[in-house]
């Protein structure tokens, strides 16, 4: 963000004004905002914002053991759309393996 403040403050000063209008309405609670982000944040690999919601929901009355179940939800949810995603991508592999098939990728 750093760098589009310098460069293109525009866009950076419209991502605060964003956060700014759902802050003001928001219809969540703050626990569960918390956890909302926490989850984006590790399926987003952001280690500062991790740290951020980490604390953040410990901060609004949220247990470690809570904060671990978001996390293992994440962690099960994200192999399910994985196996999902696979499964689909490949469908019929035995037909994919006779057909020999080749990697469209250059």
């Known amino acids: 963000m750093r760098l589009l403040a310098e460069w293109f403050p525009e866009f950076a000063e419209a991502l605060d004004k964003i956060d700014e209008l759902y802050n003001e309405n928001k219809t ?45 939800l994440v962690f ?15 469908g019929n592999y035995k037909e994919l393996i006779k057909k020999n098939i080749q990697c469209c990728l250059k």
């Not at 969540?28 to 991790?50: G, V, W």
């Not at 099960?76 to 490949?90: F, M, V, Y």
Request: proline share 2%.
């Open 28 to 72: 969540i609670d703050e626990k569960t905002y918390q956890f909302i982000c926490l989850a984006l944040s590790i399926k987003n690999r952001s280690k500062p914002c991790l740290l951020k919601h980490f604390k953040g929901a410990l901060e609004v009355g949220a247990t470690v053991k809570e904060v671990a179940y978001i996390m293992a």
């Open 76 to 90: 099960r949810e994200s192999a399910g759309g994985d196996d999902c995603w696979t499964h689909d991508a490949l």
